[in-house]
């Protein structure tokens, strides 16, 4: 249980060491600032100031919030906010940080925001001489034939120094004597291998055993050094050494491998015989922690894993092998181990900042900074940083490793109000592992939705002689806000016609928009009129819509017919005159209505109540004429007066009566209309007659004719001439403008005019109605129409007079 904890607590270390280690390879290509130290360093040590480097003033290095960022947290730095000082919390130790490498820089970052600014760094930890060389076996013990020839090697164990560079071990030293001197080789990764080179031959029988001090001396200053005993035992005859099947063993392993997993097997050969023949292997040079990897099977040559492999940790191992005799002779050979990389590290994401609400409207807004990282290498180590796709938001990459997660686009809250944004990485290896993260952004509203009604433009119908403060209807609007940018407020906004009081007709509730007419309306003063409402909401600003109202006024029937001609209760009565010798159906004349309301409380009808003689007037129910129903008699009384009732179609209808009078005459002249635009005086008329007399007399060849055509001729004068004396003479002008119907709904269909003229001498007693001279006419005052009338009535009043006395 134990040993799985601990197994897992280095696993963790590694894995956040590496992540950092990688973020530091990605950022390499950027421009890094580097500072140093040297190891042991106490506590509050001033590292630098980085104000200089970071572009800041002291006053905005707090509001920047500058945080220091180290890889798996190895150093442990303080940033002063106040003076920018770059401080040491804990003593550092080169070796435990990076081991034998050399130079031993620690990257770190310096996090500022408002806005996101990273300031990439490496720390270079100075190695001091802390550290002696050292031998791993205390005695070292060489077995050499005494047949050995001189000038032969023998390979010894080498020290272990942790110091690097100068500090590093430097050389070795042997004890005087008479057999052996030291010789240095040198490696090729520079480690320097100590060898005792015999001088003399050996002579078991003079000395059997002898006894040298190995002393390896480090470059420090002052030097530290370390000592080993070195035991020459000297043996009976071995010309034979071991040799190796090949020099150099390659393998690769990996990392999964289990404990025992068999890394390699290494082959040696020994001619001699016996005891001298027998080999056995054993692991040369080995360093503390080959030693804990690796163990050696000295009968089969089978190099066997003693824990596992990582590959985060170490990726090649060199262990030295030595293979020797019974005789003591021994041959060496190396065998390379390569740690294959698994995908077995999932990639990490490390969140700096996050912003969990954001306005709406906001394009290009930083929601969060992160950077993420992968232990693994090749493929295992790349990654994929993604969001989903149908999400309004990008990924951006910074430094590399780093990202921004931000807006693509501007959000709409009304749209919506949250997203839950995904972030997963994914490595390359094989099988593939991912990781994610999800991230919550709340949307919070701005006021960007202005009130929309429901309708563009609302039509409302209001019968007339409403009560005052009715609810006549409701306008509605709608925003797509929330909170008191969804508030609304409705007014009335000002008209521009100047002849509508609108602030006299209708109110508008503030709060719900409910419409209310303030007095009674009349339908006959205003049918319709337009005004517009507004919605405002509460935002800030505040913003507002408007729409068209319109009023449809109802039309009641409150409003009897109005009989335009002939006028009553005037003083002066307006006589119709009749020729005795009209057909049946005979037009005496027109009753002349209108009626102010609308649609079918406007269709007016006629009836005829009471007349003197029932019988021979008739009228026309739908146009008011009044016509002959028979021949005249001479029984038939001179004068006729008419009773009619005019009715509208409303309910209950209402009605009007009229009354005419109709004044029977033997005879009158033919008809003549001036032309509308130039009244013809009596010189025009004598002039025409003249030129009709002069015609006349050259058509006539006979002297009775030309006779009878002067008689007739002294007679057309004479009347003329008695006509232009004030006898019965032909109206002058229009008729009264009052005879117009207004509003297209009276008895006319069409507006018309007519102009009468009479003479009392005409073949014809019949009037003529010509087509109308103007079309269209507008209303008159009532004064003109008075006057116009009663300049009609007398006139009328004249002729009859004088028709009459004609008569008589």
């Not at 080959?290 to 163990?295: A, L, Y």
């Not at 509605?476 to 007014?491: L, P, R």
């Not at 004249?798 to 008589?808: G, P, Q």
Request: net charge negative; glycine share 6%.
């Amino acid at each position: 249980m134990e040993a799985g904890e601990e197994m897992e607590r280095v696993l963790k270390k590694r894995q956040v060491l590496l992540f950092f280690v990688l973020l530091g390879i990605a950022q390499a290509g950027s421009t890094l600032r580097r500072y140093s130290v040297e190891e042991e360093a106490e506590n509050g040590f001033l590292v630098a100031n980085l104000l200089k480097d970071l572009g800041l003033e002291v006053e905005k290095l707090a509001a920047r919030g500058p945080r220091v960022i180290s890889k798996g947290k190895k150093l442990n730095l303080e940033f002063n906010r106040q003076t920018g000082d770059l401080l040491l919390r804990e003593k550092l130790d080169r070796e435990e940080l990076c081991g034998p490498a050399e130079p031993c820089v620690v990257p770190f970052q310096v996090l500022l925001g408002n806005p996101l600014q990273i300031f990439q760094a490496e720390l270079q930890i100075r190695d001091i001489n802390d550290h002696s060389p050292i031998f791993l076996d205390k005695e070292i013990i060489l077995k050499i034939s005494e047949m050995t020839a001189s000038g032969t090697t023998f390979l010894i164990e080498r020290a272990q120094d942790l110091d690097v560079g100068s500090n590093s071990l430097q050389t070795y030293t042997i004890s005087p004597n008479f057999y052996f001197h030291l010789k240095l080789q040198h490696s090729p990764d520079g480690t320097v291998l100590p060898q005792l080179v015999l001088d003399k031959v050996l002579d078991r029988e003079e000395q059997s055993e002898i006894r040298l001090i190995l002393t390896a001396i480090d470059g420090g200053s002052p030097p530290r050094s370390g000592t080993a005993l070195v035991l020459v035992e000297v043996l009976d005859i071995n010309d034979n050494a071991p040799t190796f099947s090949k020099f150099r063993y390659e393998v690769q392993v990996p990392e999964n491998s289990p404990v025992g997993f068999q890394v390699a097997t290494v082959f040696a050969r020994d001619l001699d015989t016996g005891d001298n023949g027998q080999i056995a292997y054993a692991l040369s040079q080995a360093s503390e922690d080959i030693r804990k990897t690796f163990r050696m099977n000295a009968t089969t040559g089978e190099i066997l894993l003693a824990k596992a492999l990582d590959f985060e940790s170490i990726q090649t191992y060199t262990v030295y092998v030595q293979a020797t005799d019974g005789g003591g002779l021994s041959g060496s050979s190396v065998v390379i181990v390569q740690v294959m990389d698994l995908n077995d590290n999932p990639p990490e994401l490390t969140m700096s900042t996050v912003t969990n609400h954001i306005p709406e409207n906001s394009p290009e807004t930083v929601i969060a900074v992160f950077s993420v990282a992968d232990p693994d290498s090749g493929d295992n180590g790349k990654m994929v940083c993604s969001i989903p796709e149908d999400l309004p938001f990008i990924l951006k990459p910074s430094v590399e490793n780093f990202y921004t997660l931000m807006t693509n686009t501007a959000l709409d809250r009304e749209t919506k109000s949250q997203y839950n944004i995904t972030i997963t990485i994914t490595d390359l290896g094989t099988p593939r592992l991912t990781a994610q993260h999800t991230i919550t952004v709340q949307v919070s509203d701005v006021n960007d939705n202005a009130p929309a009604f429901t309708q563009s433009s609302y039509t409302l119908f209001v019968q007339e002689n409403n009560s005052p403060a009715l609810h006549i209807g409701t306008i509605s609007a709608t925003d797509s806000d929330s909170g008191s940018n969804a508030h609304i407020t409705y007014s009335l906004l000002p008209t521009h016609d100047p002849q509508l009081a609108l602030s006299s007709l209708i109110s508008i509730n503030a709060d719900n928009g409910q419409l209310f007419a303030l007095r009674a309306l009349d339908y006959e003063a205003l049918q319709t009129f337009e005004f517009f409402v507004g919605a405002t909401d509460q935002g800030s600003p505040a913003l507002s819509s408007q729409a068209l109202v319109r009023v449809l006024v109802l039309d009641a029937n409150d409003n009897a017919p109005f009989v335009l001609y002939p006028l009553q209760n005037v003083s002066a009565l307006c006589t119709e005159l009749l020729p005795r010798a009209a057909e049946p159906g005979y037009l005496v004349t027109k009753v002349v209505a209108v009626d102010r309301d609308s649609g079918q409380n406007a269709w007016l009808s006629f009836q005829l109540l009471k007349a003197t003689e029932p019988g021979l007037f008739s009228v026309w129910a739908h146009n008011g004429e009044v016509r002959t129903s028979r021949l005249l008699s001479e029984r038939d009384a001179p004068k006729h007066r008419l009773l009619l009732l005019v009715k509208d179609n409303g309910d209950p209808p209402r009605s009007a009566s009229v009354t005419l009078h109709v004044l029977l005459v033997d005879g009158f002249s033919q008809p003549y209309l001036p032309l509308p635009e130039v009244a013809r005086d009596s010189t025009q008329d004598e002039d025409s007659l003249t030129l009709y007399l002069v015609i006349a007399l050259a058509s006539v060849s006979s002297l009775f004719l030309l006779s009878v055509l002067m008689f007739v001729g002294v007679r057309l004068c004479r009347r003329a001439k008695a006509t232009s004396l004030g006898g019965f003479s032909v109206p002058e002008g229009h008729f009264p403008g009052h005879l117009v119907d207004v509003s297209s709904t009276g008895t006319l269909s069409q507006r018309y005019q007519y102009e009468v003229c009479l003479t009392g001498d005409s073949g014809t007693t019949d009037f003529k109605f010509l087509k109308p001279i103007f079309p269209n006419f507008l209303l008159q005052s009532s004064e003109r129409e008075n006057d116009a009338n009663t300049n009609y009535r007398n006139q009328l009043n004249i002729n009859e007079e004088n028709t009459e006395s004609s008569l008589s």
